[in-house]
């Protein structure tokens, strides 16, 4: 069928954002590379969590348009920047932890970083959840909370071990408590609630499928065979977890 015109100036409108998206994803794994190289890859992480963001607001734009990318994006980091302030302040629903200095510039004793790491991988995560369950808005928030959660299985192993937070007793998971996790589960469905309430029945994007595929990937390695010493457990839990959302998502959207 001819498109209108309407729909390729939408289209054409469209183009640049993903291209932005595309040079952004590269960017940050160049980044990424460069950080598993250095004796101190904690310099890398503020640049690295601003690329992911501007990757996923770019992919976004291009596949619900630009308004919608941003409010979603916004609503994603509002949301998770509130569940970690109430975290220091009160130990719930993390467990009790802290931020040490590492991180800057911070808001309230959280990491601006850490709350554009939650809008950036909330997007990611929601598209993967709108593949996984297209139809629904309560099964997309427990599909995306499982996803978001499995890549914290990679992020507080890396963090705790950089010193850029500490956990107050402990945990069975290289240190950290298993009510990180729950506490993940139940924001991360926040967020996807948050964002679906934006988004709605929008698609997920193939953008936004790569770019959590290539954070799964590469967090793989980097702990499999990079970091030192390396961590063959959160390795293998890590990369089963997010390999499995991803290989689910793309299955169903090449299915469709």
């Known amino acids: 069928m001819e498109q209108t015109s309407g729909e390729r100036v939408t289209g054409a409108a469209l183009r640049p954002a993903r291209s932005i998206g595309v040079l952004s994803l590269l960017a940050m794994m160049t980044v990424q590379v460069a950080s598993g190289l250095d004796a101190r890859p904690e310099r890398y992480t503020g640049p690295i969590v601003v690329l992911l963001a501007a990757c996923a607001v770019a992919f976004a734009a291009g596949t619900w348009g630009t308004a919608r990318?941003?409010?979603?994006?916004?609503?994603?980091?509002?949301?998770?920047?509130?569940?970690?302030?109430?975290?220091?302040?009160?130990g719930f629903p993390f467990g009790v932890y802290r931020y040490s200095d590492v991180l800057w510039p911070q808001?309230?004793?959280?990491?601006?970083?850490?709350?554009?790491?939650?809008?950036?991988?909330?997007?990611?995560?929601?598209?993967?959840?709108?593949?996984?369950?297209?139809?629904?808005?309560w099964a997309r928030a427990v599909a995306g909370a499982g996803a978001l959660t499995a890549w914290d299985l990679f992020l507080d192993p890396q963090m705790v071990r950089l010193g850029m937070w500490t956990w107050a007793d402990g945990g069975a998971y290289r240190g950290i408590p298993l009510s990180n996790f729950a506490g993940w589960l139940l924001v991360s469905a926040l967020v996807m609630l948050v964002v679906g309430r934006v988004c709605g029945d929008a698609g997920p994007g193939r953008g936004l499928l790569a770019l959590y595929t290539v954070m799964a990937v590469m967090?793989?390695?980097?702990?499999?065979?990079?970091?030192?010493?390396?961590?063959?457990?959160?390795?293998?839990?890590?990369?089963?977890?997010?390999?499995?959302?991803?290989?689910?998502?793309w299955r169903r959207s090449w299915q469709r």
């Open 219 to 249: 967090e793989t390695v980097a702990f499999a065979a990079v970091f030192e010493p390396t961590d063959p457990l959160v390795a293998a839990a890590g990369g089963i977890t997010m390999g499995a959302f991803a290989a689910l998502a």
């Open 69 to 90: 990318a941003v409010a979603a994006f916004g609503a994603a980091v509002l949301t998770g920047y509130a569940a970690e302030v109430a975290g220091v302040l009160t």
């Open 107 to 137: 808001v309230g004793g959280v990491p601006v970083v850490v709350a554009l790491a939650w809008g950036g991988m909330g997007l990611a995560a929601y598209a993967v959840a709108t593949a996984v369950a297209p139809a629904g808005r």
